[in-house]
């Protein structure tokens, strides 16, 4: 297991933070450089394999970016031929470092504090004989002076499992813990904030992927983390108690956060002064996003369910983890006349999966699914997934009214027969809130007299008879009009066919004819980016582009929209004639 410690210490003087990286040289601080030194170091007890809070541990091997120190038990204690198969790894450990570890994450996610505290450039490396399971930590208390944390080494410090390293495997575990160094400088140095530890954590887990120890996948650490994360997937993302789900979470989160939106979501989020799901929110809307973190956490929740390939929103990237998909924890069969009632023990920040059979043949009727919570302090997102015996699912998000949804699937939908249908909820409640919620999901079977009235009767429910209309999605209007638009968020533009034609997801897609009200629940939005481009542009009608030629502020006060924009391929952008700046 991979360990980050937060100390009592860390808060304590995080106000010391900036001062920490400029005192370099405390007393006692300064490194000894001759192969074979010994030095005293501080060790935290909890993971030391004997409970030790210091050893003695011999500087065996020095890199362009790192120094390697032994502990000298571990050293002791070993056989001749072991020592042999020490020495190999050590060189190609140091040797992974310097060319792939340090230079992959410094540029990754910057720099970590150097010279620091120390005065010395090299991230001291400390191989320890830890406890089975743990494979390295890190301590931010070493950051500090002796007058703040007597227990401080005063280094840029991380600790790696000797058993790692006699394995042959230290390089995994130390491109985890660097991030954390790195995170540190980061954050609580240039910042002065200290990062929420799950996002730390899953920087930390990416950072394994980043340097490519999880390739091959099997028996990677990634592969580990899959293994824990399908097995416990109900664990509560926020909460963070160092168990392996927690883990499984953090690396499975980095995957899906990096496949959907790119490295960047988690590279510059972690150099400003906004920590946690509010430096993602941050970041997501600064790009025009629509969904708030807490929906995207509901949408990674149906990726890892039906993993679609191809599909960034509802499937994972890496090829790797193709097969991937995480069982529901409630299946049910219906059938006619039975009524089930599922309670659901939820926390915030906590996803669950409910499947639901359909009686084979199903034509008549509909199935009724009413998700409520009793908790008014709580709050939820759910999806809905249809999956029709063809083989095609549709994705939709659940709308709630004073704490409840409703859903019908109805036997003539668009993907009759329906096979099943799988609810996916998620408590998006403040992470402060320490108290869980029931959450009640009833299902039965309804016949179509009952579908009818309650299409009479109930707004805001959910008919799932009708092509769903979603992201990227082609409509056009019920009756004589001929535009055909593609959906974003609450946006919509009109698609030529030459520009149809450009993309190849768009190019054959039949659009949804839909009424007044659906079409008009879009606006209609003639802003584009070119992928490459940093430019904003409104298009005319007469195929000519217009540079929005204003600041982000002039942009914002003028009232417009920055979700408004649609991000387009190069090749759309080279389409349109060049006209006029548009300056207010």
Do not use: C
């Not at 362009?64 to 050293?75: E, G, I, M, Q």
């Not at 703040?148 to 995994?172: H, K, T, Y």
């Not at 409640?429 to 309650?454: F, G, R, V």
Request: aromatic content about 10%; cysteine-free; glycine content about 8%.
């Amino acid at each position: 297991m991979l360990r980050f410690v937060k100390s009592s210490l860390f808060r304590q003087f995080k106000r010391f933070a900036v001062l920490a990286t400029v005192l370099a040289f405390w007393p006692g601080a300064a490194l000894g450089t001759n192969i074979g030194q010994s030095e005293q170091f501080f060790v935290n007890k909890n993971y030391d394999q004997t409970g030790r809070t210091q050893l003695t541990a011999t500087l065996r091997i020095q890199g362009k970016h790192a120094s390697v120190y032994l502990d000298d038990r571990f050293l002791n204690g070993i056989t001749s031929r072991q020592l042999t198969t020490v020495e190999s790894n050590l060189k190609k450990f140091v040797s992974e470092f310097d060319s792939n570890i340090y230079s992959t994450e410094t540029v990754a996610w910057g720099s970590e504090p150097n010279p620091g505290i120390d005065g010395d450039s090299k991230v001291v490396i400390l191989v320890e004989s830890l406890l089975p399971g743990f494979g390295g930590y890190f301590d931010g208390i070493h950051q500090f002076s002796a007058e703040q944390a007597p227990n401080s080494n005063r280094r840029e410090i991380i600790f790696v499992s000797a058993d790692a390293l006699l394995a042959g495997n230290a390089g995994m575990y130390a491109a985890h813990e660097f991030q954390h160094l790195i995170s540190f400088n980061q954050k609580e140095v240039l910042n002065g904030v200290s990062e929420d530890i799950w996002l730390n954590e899953t920087r930390s887990e990416y950072s394994t992927s980043l340097t490519g120890y999880n390739r091959p996948v099997s028996g990677s650490n990634l592969s580990r983390r899959l293994s824990v994360f399908t097995r416990e997937p109900e664990d509560n993302l926020l909460s963070w108690d160092n168990t392996p789900a927690d883990y499984g979470n953090a690396m499975m989160l980095g995957e899906y956060l990096v496949g959907r939106y790119g490295q960047g979501i988690l590279t510059e989020t972690l150099k400003n002064k906004l920590t946690g799901a509010a430096s993602l929110n941050a970041w997501l809307a600064s790009r025009g996003e629509r969904e708030k973190f807490s929906e995207v956490v509901n949408d990674w929740a149906v990726a890892s369910a039906i993993n679609i390939q191809g599909d960034p929103k509802y499937g994972y990237a890496n090829p790797d983890l193709a097969n991937s998909r995480v069982a529901p924890g409630v299946r049910q069969s219906l059938r006619p006349q039975d009524h089930f009632i599922t309670v659901v023990d939820s926390k915030p920040w906590q996803s669950s999966w409910h499947e639901f059979l359909f009686p084979e043949g199903f034509s008549d009727g509909a199935a009724k699914f009413k998700l409520s919570n009793t908790e008014p302090d709580h709050s939820l997102v759910a999806s809905v997934v249809t999956f029709g015996t063809n083989g095609k699912k549709s994705v939709r998000q659940m709308s709630f009214n004073s704490g409840t949804g409703t859903v019908y699937v109805a036997a003539d939908s668009e993907f009759a027969p329906v096979s099943k249908v799988m609810i996916v909820i998620t408590d998006i409640s403040d992470p402060e809130n320490k108290n869980s919620s029931d959450i009640t999901l009833a299902s039965e079977m309804i016949t179509d007299e009952a579908l009818a009235s309650a299409r009479e009767t109930e707004r805001g429910a959910i008919f799932t008879d009708e092509p769903a209309v979603g992201e990227n999605s082609l409509i056009k209007r019920r009756g004589s009009e001929k535009d055909v638009y593609v959906i974003s968020g609450r946006y919509k533009r009109v698609l030529t066919p030459p520009v149809q034609a450009l993309y190849g997801h768009l190019a054959n897609q039949r659009p949804v004819e839909v009424d007044d009200a659906v079409f008009n629940s879009y606006m209609t939005t003639n802003y584009i980016r070119p992928e490459s481009d940093k430019k904003v542009y409104t298009v005319w009608p007469d195929g000519t582009k217009h540079w929005l030629n204003m600041t982000g502020k002039q942009f914002s006060d003028s009232g417009r929209d920055w979700s408004a924009i649609f991000v387009v391929s190069d090749a759309e952008g080279r389409l349109y004639k060049s006209g006029a700046d548009i300056k207010q």
